[in-house]
């Protein structure tokens, strides 16, 4: 599933790709992930009926509160079965919320 979001003024394009396999899916995430995307991010995360969750963020270039917001519910949504893989932008914003020693987060 490929969700892109026109975001003319930023020059940037948001993508939010899920690739489901037995009961593990991959959720690829390009772009910018801000107030106006992130509620796809997290739709298209948890549209997934599957145990674990891996969001790939390493193609994040802007990471923001409502972007942190809608990883913290899917964190909720797969408490033991979620790995998150991030760009070095998004380790960042991580870091500064306090969020970079959880142990879903990978080392970007």
């Known amino acids: 599933m490929v969700c892109p979001v026109d975001l003319a003024d930023s020059g940037s394009v948001f993508s939010a790709t899920a690739d489901v396999r037995d009961d593990q899916a991959v959720v690829r995430v390009t772009g910018e992930v801000d107030l106006a995307t992130a509620d796809t991010m997290f739709a298209t995360a948890t549209r997934q ?29 797969f408490p033991q079965g979620l790995t998150v893989l991030p760009s070095t932008q998004v380790h960042r914003v991580l870091d500064l919320a ?8 990978r080392p970007s």
């Open 49 to 77: 009926q599957v145990a674990r969750l891996t969001l790939d963020l390493r193609q994040v270039s802007f990471f923001d509160s409502a972007a942190i917001n809608a990883l913290i519910r899917i964190v909720d949504r």
């Open 98 to 105: 306090g969020l970079s020693d959880q142990p879903w987060l």
